[in-house]
């Protein structure tokens, strides 16, 4: 208010002050008379209002020779109004671009772009301003190697044995097509090794379309379905000592593989890699090797089409559920026997049911048990870390504190859930609209797939790719090629990743309401949902293909 009277009190000294005598006539010129009928307080009013008039007087009497002077100033207002009007709808456009439009700045020593105005919240999508500046790039080749040779003329062959589940098998398979650009070599179809949980004989064609691994990738590696003719004892890459490389680390460099494969190869001509799981770098390959892994991942490695059409059949049906279309969630829930046993976490349960598995990890894995004395408090670290699968009810509070009605539809991927129904009602009472494979299809529908096991994972593999929201609930390779995966189409697609840590100590606060709870949940969780994150040295090329697979738009 005392800026206002300031205001006021500047604008009367301004136009009360006494003007010159030699300024009278051009004064008379520009200010028209008072008129008997105005008010005392005309006097006071601005000074910007009196140049105004002064400016608009000015343009009537260079109008005057054009236009009569009734016609004259009811003419120039309209035209001048047109103008501004004009002037105004064609401006809104550009003016609404300018205001959602995203702008640059800096958060953390990073450039970003960061949103004009702010988006409505959404359960089910990341802020389309905050997945803007990337864009896929994998398919970019900067010609840093060499032209492809013919097969006769690479250096040898690469024969490798894709161990674990399916995800693990794909991962294996991406680094073996990068260990073969690396040295140059020509990569035999991989074989899918029986695992000994999985207990799986699928082989590379019961699960991919080999045809279209191989044409996409033939400006890459030369590739070929089987071993040579000329090579006679082809039992002898499963077996022999002599034909096997088995002393490469984890995370090898390119370098390692130049130096230590790459002549055992030109002597032998063929080679078997094994073990082969992680044992390929990412911070210590060109970046066009870590490309290709991104490339061969998301575009080489194709299901069949039978298991493409049958996940698209399940995701429709998730979506249409209720009659109409609608939103569902996906809902990794990693809680079978083996995975709670290899935790060695304490969970809720009766005291037989502890007693049980306590027996189970005694046998299963007797060093890391010795005398059991020391898990209760290796328990309580790992907990304490985030180093724990979410129980099923933890999940359902978790979800409910974020927002999630009680009814959403949601797709369970899972094996057989430890402790059964009971484990499951919490989850099931919170949220009734829970259902697997089995439930959304006859039985007759997946009896083609249950051949192989991995058939049945690659269903719940697209299921979870294709859903509005991802959430896992514990680490693996299924979890983070599922968020990377969902990342590299573009970051719109929500992939949850509770903080675990942080929700242990949450759940174990006995003093801590609902509305607290709540609050935690959902400012914790504000930037993990799969939202463009900066990489570092040694990070997880699966879960975060940021750089060099995305590039800045």
């Not at 082969?276 to 490309?291: A, K, M, S, T, W």
């Not at 698209?312 to 046993?341: I, W």
């Not at 675990?500 to 606060?509: I, Q």
């Amino acid at each position: 208010m005392a800026e206002l009277r300031h205001s006021s009190s500047l604008g009367t000294r301004s136009t009360s002050s006494p003007m010159k005598r030699g300024d009278d006539d051009e004064a008379a010129a520009l200010v028209p008379e008072k008129r008997p009928d105005d008010d005392d307080d005309d006097d006071d009013r601005h000074v910007s209002r009196d140049r105004y008039r002064r400016y608009w007087h000015q343009v009537q009497s260079l109008a005057s020779p054009y236009f009569g002077d009734e016609v004259r100033s009811s003419r120039i207002s309209l035209a001048l109004l047109g103008l501004v009007v004009f002037a105004v709808l064609i401006s809104i456009p550009s003016i609404w671009i300018r205001l959602n439009e995203p702008y640059l700045c800096r958060k953390d020593g990073i450039v970003l772009r960061c949103p004009r105005v702010k988006e409505p919240f959404s359960l089910w999508e990341n802020p389309y301003s905050a997945t803007t500046s990337w864009k896929q790039c994998a398919e970019h080749r900067d010609g840093e190697f060499s032209e492809l040779p013919p097969e006769n003329e690479t250096t040898g062959y690469v024969f490798i044995h894709a161990e674990g589940g399916l995800n693990q098998q794909r991962i294996a398979i991406c680094n073996a097509v990068a260990v073969a650009k690396i040295m140059n070599a020509t990569l035999i179809l991989p074989v899918l090794k029986q695992d000994q949980i999985w207990k799986d004989q699928t082989k590379f064609e019961d699960i991919f379309d080999v045809d279209h691994f191989i044409n996409y990738l033939k400006d890459d590696v030369r590739i070929v379905r089987g071993i040579p003719d000329w090579f006679a004892d082809k039992s002898e890459l499963f077996t022999s000592i002599r034909r096997t490389v088995k002393n490469i680390p984890k995370y090898a460099s390119a370098e390692f593989y130049i130096d230590n494969v790459l002549p055992r190869i030109k002597e032998k001509k063929i080679m078997a890699l094994k073990p082969f799981v992680d044992r390929l770098g990412y911070d210590n390959v060109p970046q066009e090797i870590n490309r290709l892994r991104c490339r061969v991942n998301y575009h080489a490695l194709k299901f069949l089409p039978e298991i493409e059409q049958m996940a698209d059949q399940l995701a429709s049906r998730m979506r249409n559920r209720t009659g109409s279309l609608n939103p569902y969630m996906a809902l990794h829930l990693r809680f079978e026997k083996g995975m709670v046993g290899l935790s060695f976490c304490d969970f809720v349960g009766s005291r037989e049911e502890k007693s049980q598995m306590d027996a189970y990890r005694r046998k299963e894995w007797p060093r890391r048990y010795k005398n059991g004395s020391h898990l209760w408090q290796l328990a309580l670290q790992k907990r304490k870390e985030g180093r724990c699968p979410l129980e099923p009810g933890e999940v359902a509070v978790i979800l409910r504190a974020m927002g999630y009605p009680k009814e959403t539809q949601i797709y369970v991927a899972s094996g057989q859930v430890y402790g059964g129904q009971n484990r499951m009602a919490p989850l099931r009472n919170m949220f009734p609209n829970l259902v697997t494979k089995e439930e959304l299809t006859s039985k007759e529908e997946l009896d083609g797939f249950k051949k192989h096991v991995t058939s049945l994972a690659a269903l719940d593999f697209l299921v979870c790719l294709k859903s509005d929201v991802f959430v896992m609930t514990h680490g693996g390779n299924f979890a983070k090629l599922i968020i990377g995966h969902r990342r590299y189409m573009g970051h719109r697609l929500k992939s949850i990743k509770p903080d675990k840590g942080l929700m242990s100590k949450s759940f174990g606060d006995p003093y801590m309401g609902w509305a607290t709870f709540v609050e935690d949940v959902i400012v914790t969780h504000q930037t993990r949902t799969g939202l463009p994150e900066e990489t570092f040295p040694n990070y997880d090329l699966w879960e975060n293909p940021l750089t060099p697979c995305m590039c800045r738009t």
